[in-house]
């Protein structure tokens, strides 16, 4: 399954709101009705971090100002409002069928 | 607290082999799958091997099937992978990951990473 993220980097006013976008080529909804799509966050020269699974579940301990929407073949990751930890490179992420594959990253940095 | 503390990478010459190991602490490591993901310099995340609980079941990217083996130690809460015949698109660094569940979840966590170099 490939998975493509849009834009390839965002260049961020710390306070505002950001948006990455990560679309797959075939549906991650499983006959279980859990959609098996997920965002990671990889800060420089730090390994990747989870954000967000089966779509919009906050992973323990990440802040309220990270959502995730989507459905299907289309998702979102927003920041509500972009703070100077965030910048890194963001990945989505499919587990629907082996292998896992990822996006090609969403590069976010602060102006 | 989960940890993951990779190890074993190194410089290594086209056609050597070496193996990595990765350290667990802090969960039932007997528990849950792991797995191997790797970036390339400058390059994004590239699943590379997965191993059931029990270490029964293996996967593998078609990309090192046939020259990377992974495996476990339950008693020594320890993951490895050995690789061989190492060829230059093999440079990178080598994440160790604790998936949620099985093998085809996700993953939760990630160790440091270490890397491993393939050139003359």
């Known amino acids: 399954i490939v998975m493509t993220q849009t834009p390839l980097s965002l260049s961020v006013t710390p306070g505002q709101p950001a948006s990455i976008s990560c679309k797959s080529s075939?549906?991650?909804?499983?006959?279980?009705?859990?959609?098996?799509l997920y965002w990671y966050l990889q800060r420089p020269g730090q390994s990747p971090q989870l954000l967000i699974h089966e779509v919009s579940n906050r992973f323990s301990g990440v802040p309220e100002r990270f959502s995730g929407s989507g459905s299907g073949t289309d998702f979102t990751l927003r920041i509500s409002r972009v703070e100077a930890e965030d910048v890194g490179v963001y990945y989505c992420m499919q587990s629907i069928q082996l292998p896992q594959t990822f996006g090609g990253g969403t590069k976010v940095q602060i102006k | 607290e989960v940890q993951l503390l990779e190890s074993g990478g190194a410089l290594v010459q086209p056609g050597g082999s070496l193996r990595l190991s990765c350290a667990a602490s802090?969960?039932?490591?007997?528990?849950?799958?792991m797995s191997w993901v790797r970036q390339a310099p400058g390059k994004g995340l590239e699943w590379v091997s997965g191993i059931s609980d029990s270490g029964g079941r293996t996967y593998y990217a078609d990309s090192v099937k046939g020259q990377f083996t992974i495996s476990r130690d339950n008693s020594k809460n320890t993951l490895y992978l050995q690789m061989k015949s190492l060829r230059a698109e093999d440079t990178a660094i080598y994440y160790c990951?604790?998936?949620?569940?099985?093998?085809?979840?996700?993953?939760?966590?990630w160790g440091q990473g270490t890397l491993v170099t393939v050139s003359s």
């Open positions: 075939q549906s991650l909804l499983h006959n279980d009705g859990k959609t098996y």
């Open positions: 990951a604790k998936d949620e569940g099985a093998v085809d979840t996700y993953f939760d966590y």
């Open positions: 802090g969960f039932t490591f007997s528990n849950y799958a």
